[in-house]
């Protein structure tokens, strides 16, 4: 086998540990491989600004990255956390004169397979599995995003804080993932907001801070609160 049949053999491998890619026949994949190229970031670096015109599409090989938007006062709102597996921005490239949606940024160290808009574009239109693979990605997308503005508009900073708890804590306690900064950012609200919340939850018996820790000692009551 020569040097760029392994390289593609390995490249088609990474690709089919891509959850939309998942289910894509060889030849689709053998395809994609011809057009991705790899590359890798440093925790901390920006991956893609918000409002840049879309050059690509990416899929994230190993590491995490952040989605997230900024607004002209400066507060995050983290749109999504994505690990190896996922993949981001492959909405602009379908869009006339398309943009950035988000700034992307690597939380570690990221290995990304990079797909140019142009050859996403042309790819879908000539392999049916992929077109609906990628359909499927943008009602998953949106089926998220619906779910963040209803969170953002309908319930307040304590159900949606509630909320979160529920989702992210395992096994009883917080993963240390997170810092209260970045639930704010995730909540779209401030970190001062965050602090009393959980307090005020630690002082109904919701919940116990133990240091860097959130144990949850009333689920039911919690569930409670995500209604408002």
């Known amino acids: 086998m020569g040097y760029n049949e392994e390289v593609k ?13 998942t289910g894509l026949p060889d030849e689709a994949l053998a395809l994609l491989a011809e057009s991705v190229v790899r590359r890798t970031y440093e925790p901390g670096e920006t991956i893609i600004f918000a409002g840049d015109p879309c050059q690509a599409a990416y899929f994230v090989a190993e590491g995490r990255v952040r989605a997230y938007r900024l607004s002209v006062e400066g507060r995050e709102q983290v749109l999504a956390l994505l690990t190896a597996g996922q993949a981001f921005n492959t909405v602009p490239p379908f869009l006339p004169g398309g943009v950035n949606h988000a700034n992307v940024e690597a939380l570690t160290q990221v290995t990304v397979y990079v797909v140019a808009r142009n050859d996403l574009v042309r790819l879908v239109g000539e392999c049916d599995e992929l077109a609906v693979a990628i359909l499927r990605d943008f009602a998953s997308r949106l089926h998220h995003l619906t779910n963040l503005v209803e969170d953002l508009s309908l319930r307040t900073v304590r159900g949606r804080l509630a909320r979160f708890l ?61 209604r408002h």
């Open 9 to 21: 053999d390995k490249t088609v491998a990474a690709l089919r540990r891509i959850a939309l890619l």
């Open 166 to 226: 529920l989702e992210q804590v395992d096994d009883e306690k917080a993963s240390g993932r997170w810092t209260q900064d970045e639930i704010a950012a995730r909540l779209g609200t401030v970190r001062d907001m965050v602090g009393r919340t959980l307090r005020a939850f630690a002082g109904a018996g919701l919940i116990q801070l133990d240091r860097q820790r959130i144990v949850l000692l009333d689920r039911d009551g919690l569930q409670r609160e995500t």
